[in-house]
């Protein structure tokens, strides 16, 4: 998997390599148990502090994503995020706020917009393999 | 043991009437890469010299890796590898060079020394004034970092040197610096190589710190906001740092909660056409460029 940052974004880096795993996971590019590149390593490869690429993963680890094995690395989880569902959604509230401000403005109608969104979903389920 | 590498108490170096250095604070966290920015003659090198016990401060304290490099000069620079412009005795090749500074530094590494000049590709056996700038620069790099200091003290590293040389370097330093868990702290006015690598950036203008913050909090909240409406906040209150009135248009320029600021502004009727991120240039330009009229409140106040 190829993790990249865009430091002149205006976004924190830790949450661009957040965002991305959490990408790659949903797209089955990463699947159960796989590694994630070392702290070090990617941190070499992006030119950045190590300390900002551990902040990512500590987050999600945090968050179920990833577990860690002392000293052996960093895993993608099995588990789902155990998160409350009301929290999941309070997490995803400004995306779609966004979303709905954006379709406003190019005059899309709502039915539109929900079929987007379907799609984008379903794409993603198509890619997944049936996970458990 | 402080968490902090290096901290400045209203650091101060005047030369004459010139306040070069004028009440700097500057606080350098442990395994922390830190962006010293500022223009020319903003006070960096002059900073960064009396850090590394090269000159003396009219007045302020200073501590290094918890050391004064005033009264532990030498004890500072034997943890502390510099990398300043025309420090090296220029008649003197690569070679000579490692072999008169390791005798100098209780931690010194032959293994990472021949391992850099390896990795990037030094010729060492020219005198050093006869290496063009990237040469002379990788070269004070590899005595750096072949002394196994704990803090690496760059003036501005990247200064001459083309795109592929500055990426190996950068490389370098997080691979073996950086990893190590050890502090990097380089002066530059090339923003964008310090916006990859820094994780800390202070922004020094006429010898004091206007911003001082971790740079993913940069990124989070500093906003410009682009609003029409009538009876606008001005510059100064709360979060807000600028404002530039426009045609029509007014910018804001804030440097933390712009949903709170946005919010306030429609509850009072305003419309808010624009929010927008800035880069390191952009925020760098608002805090030290010289708009006609809107001085930064941190120099006025």
């Known amino acids: 998997m190829i993790i990249r940052v865009q430091p002149g974004l205006g976004i924190p880096i830790y949450l ?13 590019v990463l699947k159960l148990d796989d590694a994630l590149p070392p702290v070090r390593r990617l941190a070499t490869e992006l030119r950045i502090n190590p300390n900002t690429v551990a902040r990512a993963y500590q987050n ?3 968050d179920g994503i990833l577990r860690t094995v002392p000293g052996g690395g960093c895993y993608v989880n099995g588990q789902s995020p155990g998160l409350l569902k009301s929290e999941k959604l309070r997490r995803l509230k400004p995306l779609a706020t966004q979303l709905a401000v954006e379709a406003k403005q190019l005059r899309l109608g709502r039915e539109d917009l929900v079929q987007l969104l379907e799609n984008s979903y379903d794409e993603l389920n198509a890619k997944e393999p049936g996970e458990a | 043991m402080s968490d902090l590498a290096i901290e400045t108490q209203s650091l101060h170096k005047h030369y004459g009437a010139v306040r070069a250095v004028d009440g700097l604070e500057m606080h350098v966290p442990r395994g922390s890469i830190y962006g010293f920015l500022g223009r020319n003659g903003a006070g960096k090198t002059t900073t960064i010299r009396m850090l590394a016990g090269l000159a003396h401060a009219t007045g302020g304290q200073m501590r290094v890796l918890d050391l004064d490099p005033q009264i532990n000069r030498i004890q500072v620079l034997e943890r502390t590898g510099l990398v300043i412009e025309k420090m090296l005795l220029s008649s003197m090749t690569g070679d000579d060079l490692v072999r008169f500074n390791r005798g100098f530094f209780p931690r010194w590494s032959d293994t990472l020394a021949r391992k850099y000049v390896e990795v990037l590709e030094i010729p060492m056996k020219r005198k050093f004034r ?16 072949a002394q196994g200091a704990e803090l690496l003290i760059l003036d501005e590293p990247t200064a001459g040197l083309d795109p592929i040389i500055i990426d190996q370097l950068l490389r370098v330093l997080v691979d073996d610096f950086a990893n190590e868990g050890r502090t990097l702290f380089l002066s530059s006015h090339h923003l964008s190589e310090v916006e990859r690598i820094a994780d800390w950036v202070g922004i020094i203008d006429r010898g004091k710190l206007l911003l001082e913050a971790r740079l993913d909090d940069v990124r989070a909240n500093f906003r410009s906001v682009c609003v029409v409406g009538e009876k606008l906040p001005v510059a100064g209150e709360g979060d807000v740092f600028r404002a530039r009135i426009g045609e029509g248009t007014t910018e804001y ?14 509850s009072q009727g305003a419309t808010v056409l624009d929010v927008s991120a ?3 240039q952009e925020i760098f330009v608002e805090l030290v ?9 941190e120099v006025l106040a």
């Open chain 2, 130 to 145: 006869k290496l063009s700038t990237g040469n002379q620069t990788k070269l004070c790099l590899l005595l750096a970092l």
């Open chain 2, 289 to 297: 460029g010289k708009g006609e009229a809107d001085v930064p409140m």
């Open chain 2, 278 to 280: 800035m880069n390191l």
């Open chain 2, 253 to 266: 320029v804030v440097r933390a909660n712009a949903e709170a600021f946005t919010a306030h502004l429609r």
């Open chain 1, 16 to 28: 661009q390599i957040e965002s991305q795993v959490k990408h790659a996971i949903a797209a089955g």
């Open chain 1, 60 to 62: 999600l680890e945090r």
